[in-house]
């Protein structure tokens, strides 16, 4: 860049010698001549001060040492989005042969093509893409209006992360000329929303937005959520975020949501996004949570919230307490849960032990940190918990026999499947004589079904008297239908 500055390099994303930067300040720095610019870097550690210099405040920075002054001429201000696409995938003239073959690069892919004429072919290849990788090519706006809708209209999935956009506008500009795009990760970018007007773009076919790394706050996440109305797939990893409203027209279609290393994310915050109706998969690795509670639901029962839930993961947590576990066996569809490098979790010589406790405290679960559960597994975890704790049982008021079962309170919370899992191993010839004494029915009078919420208005019968409630997969809050 020349040494002529304009008034809008203020809050202007730069690289300079491979590190990126945000404009905070552009003018003189007496007593040395000629213009400069002042930054504060995205990394720290790479300034030298605080904006300051001989004591006269020229900008401020969030760290001490995050700012320096630089040149004009020693800025690269970035380039253009269809000048980057062209830039990255080239058209190369291949060996002169006798069909004169020519190769075109597509990323790291050469393809041979033959008998077209170069910029021909450049222009068809560019509408032909669909897929594109920017990553760090200091792409820093859209350029001129129609040129990328002209060039490469067919483009779905856009890799914008660690370039120089610095606003949602130059955002904007990009995917409004790109009606089919479905994909796009703008991390590592640093984006200023308008102060003024609502941006009136809409990412109408966007299905995936990745905004790792990009300061985002809760606030503006649900702002540009509004303009998503397909979104199904959102990732925002270190952002600090802190969820500090529920959402209520914006992300209702949202199936995965990542919120990894938000440090600043506790239970309480949980609970605003708890409701959002098509959440299959949730990613909170690294956020520090220890605890999880679902207030709504009781002993044995299900809660409302995460109504969709099938995967959770908490990966590297803070999770000490086999209450937390308990409390995941009441989210009604979770089927996959990861829980690797947490106090409860780590790997040592009890690690296998570990792993069946967790498939015994959760019913449902079929994957264990990506690894499947198999009903091998789950049988031996089950019977091997029972016998873990069945003197405790006993001392608790556990009996056997339901007329004479006095369980405590206490250890209805320590475990609460515990119950269940002794009555899942009952034949049914056992409930039938309980059952028999319950109701002063002979047992041979009784016929026994059962049906499950999960598959409303189909009856499965009970037919054999030595099999147990567990081969029938009898589970709480199945409705048992007793006649005589």
């Not at 490469?152 to 409004?176: G, M």
């Not at 250890?411 to 009952?426: N, V």
């Amino acid at each position: 860049m020349s040494d002529t500055l304009t008034p809008d390099v203020i809050g202007r994303r730069v690289e300079v010698n491979g590190e990126h930067a945000t404009v905070r300040f552009a003018g003189v720095v007496p007593p040395v001549a000629g213009p400069w610019l002042g930054v504060e870097w995205d990394n720290p550690e790479r300034g030298k001060h605080d904006g300051s210099h001989e004591g006269t405040v020229y900008f401020k920075c969030r760290h001490p040492t995050g700012g320096s002054f630089i040149r004009p001429n020693k800025v690269n201000f970035g380039t253009d989005f269809l000048t980057a696409i062209k830039n990255r995938y080239v058209l190369e003239d291949g060996p002169e042969e006798d069909r004169k073959e020519q190769i075109v690069t597509l990323g790291n892919k050469p393809v041979e093509t033959v008998g077209f004429d170069s910029l021909m072919k450049q222009q068809s290849q560019l509408s032909k893409l669909q897929e594109v990788s920017l990553r760090n090519c200091a792409v820093s706006c859209a350029g001129e209006k129609g040129g990328v809708a002209e060039a490469c209209p067919n483009i779905r999935r856009v890799d914008l992360s660690k370039n120089l956009l610095s606003s949602w506008d130059e955002v904007i500009h990009i995917a409004d000329q790109l009606r089919h795009l479905e994909v796009l990760n703008l991390s590592e970018n640093k984006l200023k929303f308008p102060s003024g007007s609502a941006l009136t773009g809409t990412f109408s076919a966007l299905k995936v937005l990745v905004l790792n790394q990009t300061g985002i706050t809760w606030a503006e996440v649900l702002r540009c959520a509004a303009w998503c109305p397909g979104l199904e797939e959102l990732y925002l990893e270190s952002n600090n975020i802190v969820i500090s409203e529920r959402p209520t027209d914006v992300l209702q279609t949202v199936k995965l949501l990542d919120l990894s290393s938000n440090q600043l994310i506790d239970e309480n915050q949980l609970y605003l996004i708890a409701h959002l109706p098509r959440l299959e998969q949730l990613i909170l690795s690294d956020v520090g949570i220890s605890s999880i509670h679902f207030p709504d639901a009781g002993i044995g029962c299900k809660t409302s919230m995460f109504p969709s839930l099938q995967y959770l993961v908490v990966n590297d947590n803070q999770i000490s307490q086999w209450s937390f576990f308990n409390e995941l066996d009441k989210l009604p569809s979770l089927r996959a849960l990861s829980c690797l490098r947490n106090p409860l979790t780590k790997e040592d010589k009890e690690a296998n032990t570990t792993r069946q406790l967790i498939i015994a405290s959760i019913g449902q679960l079929k994957t264990l940190n990506k690894c499947e559960i198999l009903p091998k597994e789950r049988r031996t975890a089950e019977l091997d918990y029972r016998k873990a704790f069945g003197n405790e049982w006993k001392q608790a008021g556990g009996h056997q026999d339901p007329d004479k079962n006095r369980l405590s309170e206490e250890f209805l919370r320590a475990h609460p499947r515990y119950q269940f899992l002794c009555l899942s191993s009952m034949t049914i010839q056992k409930v039938k004589g309980w059952l028999s004494r319950l109701l002063k029915v002979p047992v041979s009078d009784l016929l026994l079904s059962y049906e499950s919420p999960k598959e409303p208005g189909i009856e499965i019968k009970l037919e054999n008297d030595l099999q147990s409630l567990r081969f029938y997969s009898v589970e709480n809050e199945d409705c048992l239908l007793v006649r005589w």
